[in-house]
């Protein structure tokens, strides 16, 4: 069965834009993504088709009103088919690889409703949503974009998106570490030449080298993954040298970095 998603929001075209091209396009034609588009103001019921109002208690920015999110939610409904339903907002928790694969293997449509404005009627978070999820700490214009992230970052997870070429590699990513780095042709460039264990044709020492490689970055770029990070004794050995080589240059006697590796 395809994967489902209904994406809710005041700007269709944004989102079908994007799902109208390349990887994501083969998907949606090829049966295994399916994603609905629906214009929130199709299930107003006034003249102007009105989405927004002003905030009780004054202040500055428009609130998303309530009842059409409820309504649209209600048409969604009538098919009867399990739904999750997600909000995209800066107050959401983190969305992560971790959501994505989540998704991927949840049996149900997840619809995705993209706050616009300065936030939602507090009781459409409360009657109506089920999970709230924030794709980083910035604030976009609406959620057309994080929504779009989540379902482009799932349906690559979904068996047959991604051509062999495109998915052969298993990424570091999925082990909870950034990855390492990649070379292709030409083997010289401005003097800069790729390292000679890639040319080497020896599989096992390519692959302790990038695994290293790849401890090696994520422990400079971003050390609080490694808290959480699927890690073998011989990649905790590596990261204690690491650390110790850095305690010795920088002359310090201590390296909190050190502690739990
Ligand atoms: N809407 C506005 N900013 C957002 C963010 N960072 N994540 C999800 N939805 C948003």
Redesign the pocket.
Known sequence: MACGFDVITIFPGMVRAYLGESIIKRAIQGGLLDVGVHNLRDFTKDRHRTTDDYPYGGGSGMVMKVEPLHEALSALRQDGTPRLTVL???Q?RA?TQQTAERFAADERRIVLI??RYEGIDERARELLVDEE???????????E???LVIIDSVARLLPGVLGDAESAREESFTWGILDYPHYTRPPEFLGRTVPDVLLSGNHRDIAQWRRREALRRTLQRRPDLLEKADLTVEDKRFLRELCSDRTKSSGEDTDESYKGY
């Open positions: 995209l907002t800066p959401g969305y993209c706050g999820l924030s794709i980083g700490d910035y604030v976009l214009t609406g959620g974009l994080a929504s």
